[in-house]
């Protein structure tokens, strides 16, 4: 009878997130915002955050990314092709990046700055 408790005991106890995995690890459907405040939102390349902190824009890592508790950031100076800067959220009411309904989710929103061209809107939402 005891075992079964202490059983049921660690089962109860074990996390469900193992403590080395990065809370935001997923793949994020991503679009860019062209054209400012009444822009267009376009598809982009998938945003792949792995559980050890890798970062993967479509199918290349990123170089030395700048990864926080809840921001991530890389440069074109560490040899990425873009330069951006992101935060990661569970949840967002911004009507700017989401529109009148907002969502929730793993999610991110920042931006994205390509070589020879200004910052573009960015967002992601968990797959």
Request: hydrophobic share 40%; with cysteine.
């Amino acid at each position: 009878m005891m075992m079964v408790a202490a059983a049921m005991a660690a089962c109860q106890e074990s996390p469900t997130e193992p403590a080395d995995q990065y809370r935001w690890a997923a793949s994020y459907e991503a679009a860019t915002k062209w054209g400012g405040v009444n822009g267009t939102w376009r598809s982009a390349a998938v945003l792949e955050i792995t559980a050890d902190r890798r970062v993967l824009l479509g199918n290349n890592y990123i170089i030395n990314p700048q990864v926080g508790e809840s921001t991530i950031t890389w440069s074109m100076a560490d040899g990425n092709s873009t330069n951006a800067s992101i935060q990661l959220l569970v949840e967002s009411t911004s009507t700017y990046f989401w529109g009148n309904v907002g969502v929730a989710g793993k999610l991110y929103q920042g931006w994205i700055q390509h070589p020879g061209e200004g910052k573009l809107d960015y967002r992601g939402l968990a797959r």
